[in-house]
């Protein structure tokens, strides 16, 4: 692993519809709406949605993909906005409400599967 890289596992490009839940510190829901991935890992997302998030805040994911749909509580670990006015947000992946870690392991190693090929 890199040395300045703190992710755990690597990322890999990964383009999933998502619907999105923000809050912030104090729990409260302060925004929602569909967003899509940018690339995942097996703990981890970046989400390209309209708005920021902020930094403290928490999100709850819907990431729907071909043959399942996996719900997830993350924590919000940086929100940038790039050039065509939308944001990136890093969301580490914390808790599975629907689902389960075997699916989004499975979905993580078939994306860096196919990346290698």
Do not use: C, Q
């Not at 839940?21 to 829901?29: D, L, Q, R, V, Y």
């Not at 940018?38 to 989400?47: D, E, Q």
């Not at 708005?51 to 940086?78: A, N, Q, Y």
Request: charged share 25%; glycine share 10%; aromatic share 6%.
């Amino acid at each position: 692993m890199n040395p300045i890289e703190r992710r755990e596992s690597p990322r890999r490009e990964a383009i999933y519809h998502i619907a999105f839940e923000s809050f912030n510190a104090h729990g409260e829901k302060v925004d929602a709406g569909p967003a899509h991935t940018v690339n995942i890992s097996g703990r981890g997302a970046l989400v390209e949605m309209p708005r920021g998030v902020d930094l403290d805040g928490s999100m709850i994911l819907w990431i729907m993909g071909p043959f399942h749909t996996v719900l997830v509580k993350g924590s919000v670990v940086h929100s940038r906005s790039i050039a065509n006015g939308a944001f990136h947000v890093g969301v580490r992946l914390l808790d599975m409400i629907e689902g389960s870690w075997d699916i989004w392991e499975k979905i993580a190693r078939g994306r860096m599967e196919e990346s290698e090929l």
